[in-house]
């Protein structure tokens, strides 16, 4: 059974898709304008099954959550949020898959609360040390609210451009224009000092007990694989790479099948 809701972390609402049950995943979406927790994880819920409980919010700034009043987005705060959502549902130990930035809250969580995250996939991810703001990136980041920017984002997040039709762009600036106003604050220029906010130092790193895997697809613009994914085999403990040749920024969405199989066994526990 899959439903959305809402429940207050910290006196903030947070909006989330929540499905199956089992062992607790918790799944963190990318930056991009219009990304929601749903939009972005509701198929690979599908194909984890119901024998695991996916918990996939939408970020503060993002689709239904709002930014806590007197706050701004950023790693801390996503990292906090994602703690305590994971606290007043009541859930002790959970796995951790991000996407892009959500990859970044997803090992910073993993420093901060080692006791409670299990393992953690992080999918073209950011947060690698001295990982510069990538064109497509920058672009992305600044993509206008309407079809014309739907489009040119889409055509960056994938190297096969038959997802992007017509429908997938009508789609993705409804959810842009919906989230205009709290994503205007989130990435203002110069948006470098985002990617810096976005990064994790050799230290912090480096004290991540949990197995890592790293997902990336071999042609991604937004976070090249060279820049973003294999700086992270030199400081993380526990960690192994899965490259997908003929892939863009998205590997779960172009590569559907393949992605739903390595999440799986990645995450069945011992």
Request: proline share 8%; charged share 15%.
């Given at each position: 059974m899959t439903a959305l809701r809402t429940v207050p972390v910290d006196g903030s609402?947070?909006?989330?898709?929540?499905?199956?049950?089992?062992?607790?995943?918790?799944?963190?979406?990318?930056?991009?304008?219009?990304t929601t927790g749903s939009g972005a994880w509701a198929s690979t819920a599908q194909a984890l099954g119901a024998s695991w409980r996916v918990v996939a919010p939408d970020q503060a700034g993002f689709g239904g959550t709002p930014v806590p009043a007197g706050s701004r987005?950023?790693?801390?705060?996503?990292?906090?949020?994602?703690?305590?959502?994971?606290?007043?549902?009541?859930?002790?130990r959970y796995a951790v898959v991000g996407h892009s930035m959500g990859g970044a809250v997803a090992l910073a969580l993993a420093a901060a609360r080692p006791e409670r995250v299990t393992r953690v996939v992080a999918v073209s991810t950011m947060g690698a040390?001295?990982?510069?703001?990538s064109?497509?990136?920058?672009?992305?980041?600044?993509?206008?609210?309407d079809p014309l920017g739907a489009r040119d984002m889409l055509s960056r997040l994938f190297l096969d451009q038959a997802l992007v039709t017509?429908?997938?762009?009508?789609?993705?600036?409804a959810a842009m224009r919906d989230g205009a106003a709290a994503y205007a604050s989130l990435f203002p220029p110069p948006r470098s000092r985002?990617?810096?906010?976005?990064?994790?130092?050799?230290?912090?790193?480096?004290?991540?007990?949990?197995?890592?895997?790293l997902v990336h697809g071999a042609q991604d613009r937004l976070t090249p694989l060279d820049t973003a994914a294999r700086p992270l085999l030199e400081?993380?403990?526990?960690?192994?790479?899965?490259?997908?040749?003929?892939?863009?920024?998205?590997p779960a969405i172009e590569h559907?099948?393949?992605?739903?199989?390595?999440?799986?066994?990645f995450l069945h526990p011992d």
């Amino acid at each position: 059974m899959t439903a959305l809701r809402t429940v207050p972390v910290d006196g903030s609402p947070v909006h989330l898709l929540e499905s199956g049950a089992g062992p607790a995943v918790l799944m963190l979406h990318g930056s991009g304008p219009g990304t929601t927790g749903s939009g972005a994880w509701a198929s690979t819920a599908q194909a984890l099954g119901a024998s695991w409980r996916v918990v996939a919010p939408d970020q503060a700034g993002f689709g239904g959550t709002p930014v806590p009043a007197g706050s701004r987005g950023g790693l801390r705060l996503w990292t906090e949020q994602a703690a305590g959502l994971m606290d007043a549902l009541g859930v002790e130990r959970y796995a951790v898959v991000g996407h892009s930035m959500g990859g970044a809250v997803a090992l910073a969580l993993a420093a901060a609360r080692p006791e409670r995250v299990t393992r953690v996939v992080a999918v073209s991810t950011m947060g690698a040390p001295e990982a510069p703001l990538s064109t497509d990136l920058d672009a992305v980041w600044a993509a206008p609210a309407d079809p014309l920017g739907a489009r040119d984002m889409l055509s960056r997040l994938f190297l096969d451009q038959a997802l992007v039709t017509d429908a997938a762009v009508e789609a993705r600036a409804a959810a842009m224009r919906d989230g205009a106003a709290a994503y205007a604050s989130l990435f203002p220029p110069p948006r470098s000092r985002w990617v810096d906010d976005l990064t994790l130092s050799a230290q912090t790193l480096a004290g991540i007990r949990a197995p890592v895997l790293l997902v990336h697809g071999a042609q991604d613009r937004l976070t090249p694989l060279d820049t973003a994914a294999r700086p992270l085999l030199e400081h993380l403990a526990d960690v192994r790479l899965h490259v997908f040749g003929r892939c863009g920024h998205v590997p779960a969405i172009e590569h559907p099948r393949e992605f739903g199989r390595l999440l799986s066994c990645f995450l069945h526990p011992d």
